[in-house]
């Protein structure tokens, strides 16, 4: 079977919704013991039942929390005897200027989006180079190499974890880790639909077609779409890729320009 991931212990943050929660789901129908990652024990409760597998678990965990990252990743790594699988999709957004970018939010995207994939690698990296073997999958995106309007300190933050990427690959490829990361342009995500409702009420549908019509493919990626491309990079098969970043944009990238 291709992309056969049974025996493969992966662990992947922010899995309580969106893309996360899309990858858990891949990693999981290919025989990957899942450990899901998530600030919201609920969330990731519920990601649990619906997967239904004995084969997943939840780990309540802050990743912005050194220590607590690294005492989940010790413990998964006792219980389950290794780690073959880091997936870093934890993240959170902001919209704003540099000059309308208050340092609150400033230092909570940087505590999220870049400390904790950080600490996410240094929980994982230690197993892995024991094992000689592992697999690191960042989520960094289109903002990383790209200006977008009102889109600061976001930019900022997935502009670092495609360099923490291209870092990792290099410092451990004699340790057999392989690092890469995945681009998307816009996913429709709940965090989209959040944002439609927060700040453009009663205009959500219009906005929407909007923002999808910002792919030249003229709509916006699903969770589900994200997630065989992760699927595909943290298998056997993907086995000579490292240091890579792969843009799934709906043509965003190359098409606008």
């Known amino acids: 079977m291709l992309f056969d991931l049974t025996g493969k212990v992966a662990v992947v943050t922010g899995a309580g919704s969106g893309i996360g929660k899309a990858i858990a789901i891949q990693l999981a129908s290919q025989g990957a013991q899942v450990?899901?990652?998530?600030?919201?024990?609920?969330a990731i409760s519920e990601v649990a039942s619906e997967i239904n597998k004995n084969s997943i678990k939840a780990f309540p965990c802050n990743v912005s929390i050194q220590s607590d990252v690294i005492e989940?990743?010790?413990?998964i790594a006792h219980e389950f005897g290794r780690i073959d699988i880091l997936v870093n999709s934890a993240g959170i957004a902001h919209v704003g200027?540099?000059?309308?970018?208050q340092e609150a939010d400033f230092d909570r995207l940087y505590q999220v989006n870049i400390k904790g994939v950080y600490?996410?690698?240094?929980?994982a990296i230690p197993h892995m180079k024991n094992q000689q073997q592992g697999v690191i999958l960042n989520l960094a995106s289109v903002a990383a190499g790209l200006g977008l309007n009102e889109r600061f300190a976001y930019s900022m933050t997935k502009g670092a974890v495609l360099s923490m990427t291209l870092?990792?690959?290099?410092?451990?490829?004699?340790?057999?880790?392989?690092?890469?990361?995945?681009?998307?342009?816009?996913?429709?995500t709940p965090f989209v639909d959040g944002f439609l409702k927060t700040n453009y009420p009663g205009k959500e549908k219009e906005m929407f077609e909007k923002l999808s019509k910002t792919q030249p493919i003229g709509r916006m990626a699903k969770p589900a779409e994200i997630a065989y491309l992760a699927l595909y990079l943290c298998s056997d098969e993907a086995s000579f890729i490292t240091g890579t970043d792969y843009p799934?944009?709906?043509?965003?990238?190359r098409l606008n320009t």
């Open 167 to 188: 870092s990792v690959a290099k410092d451990y490829i004699q340790d057999g880790i392989r690092c890469n990361c995945i681009s998307p342009g816009r996913v429709h």
């Open 248 to 253: 799934i944009d709906g043509g965003f990238i």
């Open 35 to 42: 450990c899901l990652l998530d600030l919201n024990k609920d």
């Open 119 to 123: 600490n996410a690698m240094l929980g």
């Open 97 to 101: 200027k540099l000059d309308t970018t």
């Open 72 to 75: 989940v990743f010790d413990q």
